[in-house]
């Protein structure tokens, strides 16, 4: 721990590198965890796990962070540019199977990202630039000194972790000072390998020390242990043939369950019924068997979700089980029957997502929560699908995720599993491959392809008509319009949304109509006819909430608030953003709940409500740039620079001003040219230089300088004018950590700031906070960290007593 937390502080890439079974991501966690103070945002874990590509790995990072996907951006860009200013640890576990993909994206991290450091667990080396490769050791054995009395065997930790097994088996398991020699020779034999120590020890209470490292000396004398005639087996080989050890004096139905159990990455116990059991293994006796294996160390419990139990298998133990399940030739039985089930679940997802039955939203969500909780494993089945060439049950599964990556903003990784699938031979036969186009063309629509959209949206509408899929045609049709509305071809959208609209009439499909409603509200207010578009929203909401369609009800409302906003109709903009805001944090979408911030924070400045605009305008600005949702931040910058501009702090509205244009430049975003939007204030007051030269010098700053200036500004511009001392805010030099009596350096605090540090001292974490603020808990942590920055403090601690000693 000690070694590992140093070498963490020297250098910015640690790759824990061993055998399964070492312990290397236990090590890991441990570390991240002791290592939390020295990184002010945060140590996340991202498990790697059946990931295959850089994009998968990107995806991973991502969700571990809180980074939202930018439509039309490179996730990997999205990623790089949401840590460039972070200071953070990202923990990489189980990189060995992607070496490839692992060192192109730390190299891509490191270079792009000056403070974020990686700790990685590999069976392999991984080296990156300037990184630091580290073997975990086995677990220390008794050693001898020499002219020291014996070593006593209780006191080595392999034998301390044989003994704490064995008593969690048994409570009343004890050894003799003979035993506990067997004992050490039993981790010994094991190598020192965690994982296999404690297997031996769970065994030892069954058959005693003495029988057990008989038995497991002949097992791994045996000629079928050993590698070759007179050849010893090494550490890297021990494990897998203590695994066999244990397999063998399984019981049978036991054996067959652990073998079956290596399909799942992790699973509850009615998965494991409907998968596992059958006439060789009754259901009922499922959750013995399960019970034995824990207790055999040989599953592991995970926590618990939805009052479900959650199981894993320790990747040694899973993949010694895929052997002995492929020997059994069962391997394809059970991926088919997971993959059923897996079907039925997101398919039965997809229904609830769109039925037109009215039911409570958290029964209409625990579908779209299972998705989450099973990702791992629909993850692994879309790559065995792939590997396999079964396009069809491949595609199935990816058509019904559709829905959760449109909902949780991940686009990249459904589009680079859809393409490659639909890229095989086999996937111009399947029977979903209509299905799979309109879907894969929602990908494009949300990722602003609107030209791929198109092309996949009406090859796939041409392929439902022929086979008869209504509801895909009116999924079709609706989305093809909806594109058409942003590349403002009314004629054609208007076409398509009134021939959607009256299917769905015709069929009862009331989720679609709304949804047609809501599209052809957005074509009437694209043509002036706010009135009418006011009309057909209303009557779009009136069906989702007659549902309890929250989600539906949020994206909505949305829509209407920004065709309210144009219409200067400032009564309804607010109050469809603020509904919007309360429904987007309950069903936890970052990117929306910031840009209906943001749209409040405008409706506020509108009405003349200044302190009000600051505050949400603030609150929106932070969690765009903590989700890397950068046009975002862009369009709050630009609002916060119109409400100091009106107060006539000209300076640093200039400067926000130019920072949000340069960020829309780099996405490729349409801009105006300096100093918009204040052109025509510059020119009458004759002072249009200095507004340009302030707005170039905005330009040049980062986002992450230009939050720390907004936030600044905001401050200052609640003070009395007499008070305030606006200037533009020098480098801060690292003030370091200072000692436990010293006073912090000469920063300020914003007003929310200062609440946050208030909350600390009293225990709040950062969840509580966010409750009690009405923030979010990604956006609360964000302001414990500009605390700590600004203050120098490395931890909640000296936060807390700092406020007390001056509250």
């Known amino acids: 721990m000690s070694d590992l937390l140093r070498l963490l502080g020297s250098s910015r890439s640690v790759t824990l590198c061993g055998p399964d079974g070492m312990g290397k991501t236990r090590l890991a966690l441990r570390v991240a965890e002791q290592s939390t103070v020295s990184f002010p945002d945060g140590v996340w874990f991202a498990d790697l796990s059946d990931t295959r590509t850089p994009i998968d790995v990107f995806a991973r990072i991502a969700a571990a962070v809180g980074v939202v996907e930018e439509a039309g951006r490179p996730l990997s860009n999205t990623v790089s540019q949401a840590l460039r200013h972070r200071r953070l640890l990202l923990v990489l576990d189980g990189c060995g199977h992607i070496e490839a993909a692992v060192d192109e994206v730390g190299k891509e991290l490191l270079a792009s990202c000056p403070q974020v450091s990686l700790l990685l667990t590999s069976e392999a080396p991984i080296r990156l630039p300037g990184g630091t490769v580290w073997r975990v050791p086995p677990m220390a054995l008794p050693a001898a000194s020499r002219n020291a009395p014996p070593p006593d065997p209780a006191e080595s930790e392999a034998v301390r972790l044989f003994l704490d097994r064995a008593r969690t088996r048994d409570p009343r398991f004890s050894a003799t000072a003979d035993e506990l020699e067997e004992i050490a020779l039993l981790c010994d034999m094991a190598g020192g390998v965690p994982l296999g120590v404690e297997v031996m020890g769970t065994c030892a209470p069954e058959v005693g020390p003495s029988t057990l490292a008989m038995k497991l000396r002949a097992h791994l004398s045996s ?21 066999e050890y244990a397999y063998l004096g399984l019981s049978e139905r036991e054996r067959v369950l652990l073998r079956r159990l290596s399909v799942f990455r992790g699973w509850d116990l009615e998965l494991a019924e409907r998968v596992c059991a059958d006439e060789s293994l009754p259901e009922g006796e499922i959750l013995d068997l399960l019970t034995s294996l824990h207790n055999r160390a040989l599953i592991t419990v995970t926590g618990e979700v939805e009052n479900r139990v959650r199981y894993c298998l320790p990747d040694a133990v899973r993949t010694f089980a895929a052997g002995r399940l492929a020997e059994a030739g069962e391997s394809e039985l059970m991926q088919r029957r997971l993959t059923d089930r897996m079907l039925e679940m997101v398919e039965h997802l997809g229904r609830q997502l769109e039925s037109s039955r009215a039911m409570p939203w958290t029964e209409r969500d625990a579908g779209r929560q299972r998705v989450l909780t099973e990702y791992d494993t629909l993850r692994a089945l879309v790559s065995h699908s792939l590997d396999t060439g079964d396009a069809e049950h491949g595609l199935r599964l990816c058509v019904d995720l559709v829905s959760h990556w449109v909902s949780h903003n991940s686009y990249a990784e459904g589009a680079h599993w859809m393409d ?120 779009a909401l009136d069906l989702l909430r007659s549902m309890d369609h ?59 409500h200044t302190g009000q605009a600051y505050d949400y305008l603030s609150e929106g600005l932070l969690l765009s740039l903590s989700t890397g949702q950068r046009w975002a931040a862009a369009q709050a910058l630009i609002s916060i620079a119109r409400v100091a501009f009106g107060q006539g702090l000209r300076e640093p509205a200039c400067r926000l001003a130019g920072a949000a244009a340069s960020v829309r430049e780099r996405l490729d975003l349409p801009t105006n040219p300096a100093p918009w939007p204040f052109g025509d204030a510059g020119q009458e007051a004759g002072d249009h230089g200095r507004l340009v030269r302030w707005w170039e010098q905005g330009a040049r700053l980062e986002l992450a300088d230009a939050v720390t200036e907004a936030e600044y500004l905001i401050d200052e511009a609640r003070k009395p004018v007499s008070q305030r001392r606006l200037r533009d805010p020098e480098p801060e030099p690292d003030p370091g950590t200072p000692e436990p009596g010293s006073e912090p350096p000469e920063k300020c605090l914003t007003k929310r700031e200062v609440e946050v540090a208030d909350l600390v001292s009293r225990g709040f974490t950062n969840p509580q906070i966010a409750e009690e603020l009405f923030i979010s808990p990604s956006t609360a942590a964000r302001h414990v960290a500009n605390i700590n920055r600004k203050t120098g403090f490395t931890s909640r601690t000296r936060i807390g007593e700092w406020v007390r000693r001056h509250r």
Not at 223 to 243: E, M
Not at 493 to 498: F, L, P, Y
Not at 515 to 523: D, F, Q, Y
Not at 564 to 580: F, K, N, Q, V
């Open 223 to 243: 000629p079928s242990a050993r590698p070759g005639p007179g050849q010893a087996v090494s550490r890297s080989q021990v494990l897998p043939l203590v695994l």
């Open 420 to 539: 490659r699938l639909l890229a095989t031979e086999e996937a111009a036969k399947a029977p979903s491959l209509a299905r799979a186009y309109v879907a894969r063309a929602q990908l494009a629509r949300v990722q602003r392809d609107h030209a791929h959209a198109l092309a996949l949206g009406g090859e796939g509408l041409r392929l439902a008509r022929e086979s008869g899929e209504d509801r895909y045609v009116r999924t079709a049709l609706n989305l093809l319009s909806l594109v058409e509305v942003r590349e403002r071809r009314t004629d054609s959208a208007s076409v398509r949304v009134e021939e959607a609209l009256r299917l769905s009439r015709e069929t009862g499909d009331l989720w679609g109509e709304a949804i047609c409603l809501g599209t052809r509200a957005a074509l009437v207010a694209q043509q002036g006819d706010f009135p009418t578009a006011d009309q057909h929203y209303n009557a």
């Open 550 to 608: 929250r989600w539906g009800v949020g994206i909505t409302l949305i829509g209407q608030a920004r065709a309210a906003e144009e219409a200067s109709d400032l009564m309804t903009a607010d109050r469809c953003y603020r509904e919007a805001l309360d429904t987007q944090r309950l069903i936890g979408a970052s990117g929306q709940e910031a840009l209906c911030l943001t749209g409040i924070g405008r409706i506020a400045q509108a009405q003349g």
